[in-house]
């Protein structure tokens, strides 16, 4: 399996990199005077953006030996890979736990533990799942943690007390069933002006399958599973929250208003929300209704609140020149409490003290919220399903709502069609699979 997906990506790859046209080594590190200059490539919303930024300055105020040089790309991607490619490697960049160790398969990025090893560092400061998920099944470990972003949910405090919709308690949480009970309440109206219970979003899709306990492939991914009673009934109950309740925009109603704008005009009084998007809320919300962070919903058959999550981190490319500068950086900006401090806006920080800080702050652009939720988020959380070489399955996924919500008979029952999605993950599955 390995050798044919490596194979299939390399080919890709090369085929970024003449596209964009790179060639020779990297131009952002070496040697300036007395400094060793590394190149930091970096994905990021505004908040994220706003975070890496912060913390390479405050590196370079704190350190007189290395100056790093920030990059921040919408497209990351397509660049890394054309970088790459063209041995115009960045000599530090974000890595993501949904690549699912493709860039190690690689052999991109080095193994950071000959450098934990020799400099005593200590690991245990991080969260376990945090290491674990960058840590390979060979035991290699391709990045430290900048943080974890999960999904909690934003409500309108307005709408639900117009409408005598009931908040949830901030530690104790709610049910599905309450959720949609207040959903039904807050809906109203019709046409571009209804106001929806819930506004609809990418997230809600991604983890349809975990709510009652399924998934989409074995751990392993060797085989689907996702047509299984568990996952049928986790997309049924999405679907339905559209087609049958009507609290949630379908596709035709959610392509005449993106659920971020129609959760800010105040025509949805519930949406989810991650770590990286509070900002942006603060600003565009402002002061036309008050609004605060709750839990994600329990499903009551399985006492558990399924959220999705990724894991962000920093690794060293195999590539760089200046492997020794670069782990400085890595081992200061995922440890250094100020560095770590600059980032919790965007991120759930890797260690426990800092983040305590984030969620005592509970201040967001001078906007008191409640950050206790995005902690609860991660007992129940679930990885996103589809990143690096699965990211295929993430396009069937797509076409499995879309087909959803061209198909009437799919809406009142969906089993057909999530089997139809089934059999196209298992080939794609097969076929990574084959010798």
């Not at 890709?12 to 003449?18: E, K």
């Not at 400094?35 to 930091?40: A, G, L």
């Not at 994220?48 to 590196?59: C, P, Y």
């Amino acid at each position: 399996m390995k050798n044919k997906i490596l194979n299939t990506l390399l080919v890709s790859v090369m085929a970024l990199a003449s596209l964009t046209g790179c060639n020779g080594s990297s131009s952002n590190s070496g040697s300036t005077g007395d400094k060793t200059q590394i190149s930091v490539f970096t994905w990021g919303y505004p908040a994220e953006k706003t975070a890496r930024e912060a913390q390479a300055k405050l590196f370079n105020q704190t350190h007189d030996d290395i100056e790093v040089k920030i990059s921040v790309s919408p497209d990351y991607d397509r660049k890394l890979d054309a970088m790459i490619a063209a041995n115009d490697v960045p000599d530090v960049f974000e890595t993501s736990s949904d690549w699912y160790h493709v860039r190690s398969d690689l052999g991109q990025m080095i193994d950071l533990n000959e450098y934990v090893k020799r400099d005593s560092f200590d690991i245990s400061q991080y969260y376990d799942r945090m290491i674990n998920d960058f840590t390979t099944f060979d035991g290699k470990l391709e990045s430290l943690p900048i943080g974890m972003a999960t999904f909690a949910l934003a409500i309108n405090k307005d709408l639900f007390g117009a409408s005598g919709a009931t908040i949830p308690d901030a530690d104790k949480g709610w049910t599905w069933e309450e959720c949609l009970a207040a959903a039904q309440k807050i809906t109203s109206g019709e046409g571009a002006s209804k106001i929806y219970g819930m506004a609809d979003l990418w997230m809600y899709q991604q983890i349809a399958a975990y709510l009652y306990g399924g998934r989409y492939t074995t751990p392993n991914f060797s085989e689907a599973v996702v047509n299984s009673p568990e996952a049928v009934k986790g997309f049924q109950f999405m679907t339905d929250l559209m087609y049958k309740y009507k609290v949630m925009p379908d596709a035709t109603a959610a392509a005449g208003l993106a659920s971020a704008q129609r959760f800010y005009a105040g025509q949805a009084g519930i949406m989810p929300i991650n770590n990286w998007d509070i900002p942006e809320f603060v600003t565009n919300i402002g002061d036309k209704f008050d609004w605060d962070i709750v839990p994600m919903p329990i499903v009551a058959e399985t006492g558990k609140a399924p959220s999705w999550y990724i894991t962000e981190g920093y690794g060293i490319s195999s590539g760089s020149k200046n492997k020794d500068a670069a782990w400085e950086f890595v081992k200061w900006v995922t440890s250094d409490p100020e560095a770590l401090n600059l980032a919790s806006n965007a991120a759930i920080p890797p260690t426990e003290a800092s983040a305590t800080h984030f969620i005592n702050s509970n201040q967001v652009g001078g906007k008191t919220l409640n950050l206790k939720p995005y902690m609860s988020a991660l007992e129940n959380a679930v990885p996103s399903p589809f990143g690096g070489m699965f990211a295929a399955m993430g396009t069937d996924l797509t076409n499995l709502w879309q087909e959803i919500d061209s198909n009437k008979t799919y809406q009142q029952d969906v089993t057909a069609a999530v089997d139809d999605f089934h059999k196209k993950i298992q080939a794609k599955l097969d076929e990574l699979h084959a010798p």
